[in-house]
């Protein structure tokens, strides 16, 4: 296979265990392609670290790929807690933090400065992603910086899992037709979602029980499945038009793109179209 992608993320989602076969197609998929970066996040990586590491054990050329978790960081309770979570990986160049206020309620604030400083000295970078309702939710980045110096990168609550159940995602004020001349957030990154399998989706089409649509067991069936392609080829503006769905009664909540990419697609399929 020769494809350049520049991410792999492994999530544990519909089962929590990676079978063994799984684990020799991500080790295929990263050897055969040339993976920048490889992304182990949650369910909680810091739970799977035995499958991670025989993940790790099998790359060729594991100095050409940084390595990073997603964590919820609840292993840094102490400095040795964390270094000891840390230095399990048999390789790791970054930690993400998950915060935001959903998190915030179970996650204590020193473990966030307790992992920032172990990072620093591991030399690993640091980072948080945090997942917001409104721009309210804002006010926890000024809380983070009285940490340190480190990116927050903001992302908008999708209506999906817990936030779709108890109605906490993000709401527009009105609809903003920008997000039709853009194409999918993933893509240049691939996913692996445990018991399902590679997706370009990390989202609303994987998370959903028509999952088989849009995730395929090898990465080759999926690179070569329309699906990938019209994601990787078309912005949205495009894709609409490809599949014959209208772009008529859009409504603020598709100003985000996967609900728009999910609308587009629960419309195309209810048109029994074969993709
Ligand atoms: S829902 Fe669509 S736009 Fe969002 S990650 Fe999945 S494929 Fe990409």
Same mark, same amino acid.
Request: glycine share 6%.
């Given at each position: 296979?020769?494809?350049? %992608?520049?991410?792999? %993320?492994?999530?544990?989602?519909?089962?929590?265990?990676?079978?063994?076969?799984?684990?020799? /197609?991500?080790?295929?998929?990263?050897?055969?392609?040339?993976?920048?970066?490889?992304?182990?996040?949650?369910?909680?990586?810091? %739970?799977?670290?035995?499958?991670?590491?025989?993940?790790?054990?099998?790359?060729?050329?594991?100095?050409?790929?940084?390595?990073?978790? !997603?964590?919820?960081?609840?292993?840094?309770?102490?400095?040795?807690?964390?270094?000891?979570?840390?230095?399990?990986?048999?390789?790791?160049?970054?930690?993400?933090?998950?915060?935001?206020?959903?998190?915030?309620?179970?996650?204590?604030?020193?473990?966030?400065?307790?992992?920032?400083?172990?990072?620093? /000295?591991?030399?690993?970078?640091?980072?948080?992603?945090?997942?917001?309702?409104?721009?309210?939710?804002?006010?926890?980045?000024?809380?983070?910086?009285?940490?340190?110096?480190?990116?927050?990168?903001?992302?908008?609550?999708?209506?999906?899992?817990?936030?779709?159940?108890?109605?906490?995602?993000?709401?527009?004020?009105?609809?903003?037709?920008?997000?039709?001349?853009?194409?999918?957030?993933?893509?240049?990154?691939?996913?692996?979602?445990?018991?399902?399998?590679?997706?370009?989706?990390?989202?609303?089409? !994987? /998370?959903?029980?028509?999952?088989?649509?849009?995730?395929?067991?090898?990465?080759?069936?999926?690179?070569?499945?329309?699906?990938?392609?019209?994601? !990787?080829?078309?912005?949205?503006?495009?894709?609409?038009?490809?599949?014959?769905?209208?772009?008529?009664?859009? %409504?603020?909540?598709?100003?985000?793109?996967?609900?728009?990419?999910?609308?587009?697609?629960?419309?195309?399929?209810?048109?029994?179209?074969?993709?």
């Amino acid at each position: 296979m020769q494809f350049c %992608l520049f991410s792999l %993320l492994c999530f544990w989602k519909k089962k929590d265990k990676l079978a063994k076969q799984e684990r020799e /197609e991500i080790v295929k998929a990263v050897n055969n392609i040339r993976v920048k970066s490889l992304l182990f996040t949650g369910g909680e990586p810091s %739970l799977y670290i035995s499958d991670i590491n025989q993940i790790l054990a099998k790359l060729k050329n594991p100095k050409k790929i940084k390595v990073k978790i !997603t964590t919820n960081g609840g292993f840094a309770r102490t400095q040795e807690s964390a270094k000891r979570i840390l230095c399990s990986f048999l390789r790791l160049n970054g930690v993400q933090l998950s915060y935001d206020k959903y998190h915030r309620q179970f996650l204590p604030f020193q473990n966030i400065g307790i992992l920032y400083r172990v990072c620093k /000295e591991l030399n690993l970078t640091f980072s948080v992603i945090m997942a917001i309702q409104s721009p309210m939710d804002m006010v926890l980045v000024k809380q983070l910086r009285q940490i340190g110096k480190f990116q927050v990168k903001i992302i908008n609550t999708l209506p999906m899992g817990s936030a779709k159940k108890n109605d906490t995602y993000y709401s527009y004020l009105g609809f903003n037709d920008g997000v039709l001349s853009g194409y999918c957030p993933r893509k240049n990154k691939i996913s692996y979602w445990c018991g399902q399998g590679f997706s370009i989706c990390c989202s609303l089409l !994987t /998370e959903g029980d028509d999952w088989r649509k849009y995730a395929h067991p090898t990465l080759e069936e999926h690179i070569n499945s329309s699906f990938y392609k019209l994601l !990787t080829k078309y912005n949205f503006r495009q894709l609409f038009k490809k599949l014959k769905v209208s772009t008529k009664g859009l %409504l603020p909540e598709h100003s985000s793109p996967c609900v728009l990419c999910k609308y587009l697609f629960d419309k195309y399929y209810d048109k029994n179209v074969k993709c």
